[in-house]
């Protein structure tokens, strides 16, 4: 089994008798995948406007390789690994200091929970301003194509 020890402190590194660099930065999010680990998780979709689209869907995804019940597994586990390149989550939420347009793209709701690269996934995805609905679309085809 393949340990990992991420140290992000000073106070870590002093605990350990080691000098503290001037700087210690926090582990980009995500760190890559343990070897053999596969991501998992549970997709659940609600008022998106298409009956089939709507539902709870289980997506695993082995590198770029997807399985489970979602409907377009393969594609969506391709996207996923092409949005967390150079270490970005692609589960973020909106800054809350984001200016964003006032328009509604309807009552579509969505929410991720399980594990990508080893990190818990909460996220909560909604169609309530120009910001959130860039970022449903932005997770097209994890998340359905929803109608206003």
Do not use: Y
């Amino acid at each position: 089994m393949l340990r990992r020890l991420v140290l992000t402190s000073a106070a870590s590194l002093a605990a350990l008798g080691v000098a503290a660099p001037a700087a210690v930065a926090a582990p980009l999010f995500p760190l890559p995948p343990l070897l053999g680990a596969s991501d998992s998780l549970t997709i659940t979709v609600e008022r998106s406007g298409n009956p089939t689209a709507d539902g709870t869907f289980k997506l695993e995804c082995d590198g770029d390789r997807g399985t489970g019940t979602h409907p377009r597994a393969q594609r969506a586990c391709e996207r996923l690994a092409e949005l967390s390149k150079d270490g970005r989550d692609p589960f973020s939420p909106v800054p809350q200091d984001r200016m964003c347009t006032q328009q509604h793209g309807g009552p579509a709701t969505a929410r991720i929970e399980g594990t990508w690269h080893g990190r818990p996934v909460e996220a909560a995805f909604a169609r309530t301003n120009g910001c959130e609905i860039a970022r449903w679309e932005n997770m097209q085809p994890v998340l359905p194509q929803a109608r206003s």
